[in-house]
Antibody, heavy 115, light 110 residues
Framework: EVQLVESGGGLVQPGGSLRLSCAASGFTFSNYEMNWVRQAPGKGLEWVSYISSSGSTIYYADSVKGRFTISRDNAKNSLYLQMNSLRAEDTAVYYC????????WGQGTLVTVSS | QSALTQPASVSGSPGQSITISCTGTSSDVGGYNYVSWYQHHPGKAPKLMIYEVSNRPSGVSNRFSGSKSGNTASLTISGLQAEDEADYYCSSYTSSSPVVFGGGTKLTVL
């Protein structure tokens, strides 16, 4: 069974940093592209970032470019999102999602940016 | 990276059929057969219902079907059931980024 479990969310002040993790199991992680997707309170889904299976190709949404960094460790079956210079508008549930045509999602982790 | 356009809400009675549209451009929906649809119950992980315009993953009811014409994709749910009440999102591959989502449609089963 495919499982994606996010962690690392929490309350952070504007301008602060947070690192999200996603532990993958039930499939060969190193064979799959991965994404981060977020949903702000009362809003729709927003794609945040993509990383290829090897980590060599990376894309970001314009709203996070230059502030967020996606990475992965295939030996640890883990996906990461380093979030710096956080803003109030980054408040959202962050989902880890498998593949370019997203087929599986985690349950999400809540990030709240507030003073 | 503009979001795809979906109606904010649709509704239907049990047993009826509804259709949710998802309008993009030739750079996303119209240019690729990589449109997916997701069902999202609040507080739960989104669930893939349709991939590559019209394909159903294993385990998804055949009451759910997808299609595309030009720059507009559609999700049809037939034989509406109370459990279908949820938010529905379309997504597409795009020429400028791997994924773009629609704004979401709230389905109410009356």
């Amino acid at each position: 069974e495919v499982q994606l479990v996010e962690s690392g969310g929490g309350l952070v002040q504007p301008g602060g940093s947070l690192r999200l993790s996603c532990a993958a199991s039930g499939f060969t992680f190193s064979n799959y592209e991965m994404n981060w997707v977020r949903q702000a309170p009362g809003k729709g889904l927003e794609w945040v970032s993509y990383i290829s299976s090897s980590g060599s190709t990376i894309y970001y949404a314009d709203s996070v470019k230059g502030r967020f960094t996606i990475s992965r460790d295939n030996a640890k079956n883990s996906l990461y999102l380093q979030m710096n210079s956080l803003r109030a508008e980054d408040t959202a549930v962050y989902y880890c999602a498998r593949d370019l045509g997203i087929d599986y999602w985690g349950q999400g982790t809540l990030v709240t940016v507030s003073s | 990276q503009s979001a795809l356009t979906q109606p904010a809400s649709v509704s239907g009675s049990p047993g009826q059929s509804i259709t949710i549209s998802c309008t993009g451009t030739s750079s996303d929906v119209g240019g690729y057969n990589y449109v997916s649809w997701y069902q999202h119950h609040p507080g739960k992980a989104p669930k893939l219902m349709i991939y590559e315009v019209s394909n159903r993953p294993s385990g998804v009811s055949n009451r759910f079907s997808g299609s595309k014409s030009g720059n507009t994709a559609s999700l049809t749910i037939s034989g509406l059931q109370a459990e279908d009440e949820a938010d529905y999102y379309c997504s597409s591959y795009t020429s400028s980024s791997p994924v773009v989502f629609g704004g979401g449609t709230k389905l109410t089963v009356l």
